[in-house]
């Protein structure tokens, strides 16, 4: 029989892996490696439940592991490795996916794997994730600068490759 922690653990993973691996998918450009992340992120997660619980700090733990286990796994990949095709993403509309349209999603997230893995972070937890400058920097361990000018770089480089307005639907979705 499992345990209170235990049930309290496998609800929140029920309620919140699917958001974790869309991170991490949009970390990374590839579902296989953002369920590897997501995986290794809820092992991470799963090791300190007791004591982050206790804490109240859950959803920030398993976001900052998230990002990490991502982060850490495109610092691993290989330089001839290529992201690719992707038999996971759905060809149909998803009225709950935050960006609406497949073809949008699928320009965005193109141009997304295009970032340099920090800025990409900073778009992903701003924009998509809706994290305040203060909070991605926490994620990050980073300073508060260090996500706006990020963010500003990655969000130009954007606009160089996107059209105006697919720029804007994606900043419309940070508010």
Not at 35 to 55: G, S
Not at 143 to 150: A, C, I, L, M, N
């Amino acid at each position: 029989m499992k345990s209170s922690l235990e049930n309290e653990y496998v609800e929140f993973v029920t309620h919140h892996a699917d958001r974790l691996c869309r991170t991490a998918y949009l970390l990374c450009g590839d579902w296989r490696r953002a369920e590897d992340a997501t995986q290794e992120a809820l092992l991470r997660l799963y090791r300190v439940w007791p004591r982050i619980q206790r804490k109240g700090e859950i959803r920030g733990y398993a976001r900052k592991a998230v990002v990490s286990a991502t982060l850490d796994g495109l610092r691993l990949r290989s330089s001839r490795e290529v992201v690719g095709g992707d038999s996971y993403f759905s060809t149909e509309a998803d009225p709950a996916d935050p960006v609406g349209q497949v073809e949008s999603r699928l320009v965005i997230t193109d141009a997304l794997t295009q970032l340099p893995p920090r800025q990409r972070a900073c778009v992903v937890l701003r924009y998509f994730d809706q994290l305040s400058v203060e909070e991605t920097a926490d994620v990050l361990g980073c300073r508060p600068g260090t996500v706006k000018s990020q963010t500003k770089h990655a969000l130009d480089k954007l606009r160089s490759r996107l059209a105006l307005s697919d720029i804007h639907d994606l900043t419309a979705l940070g508010g």
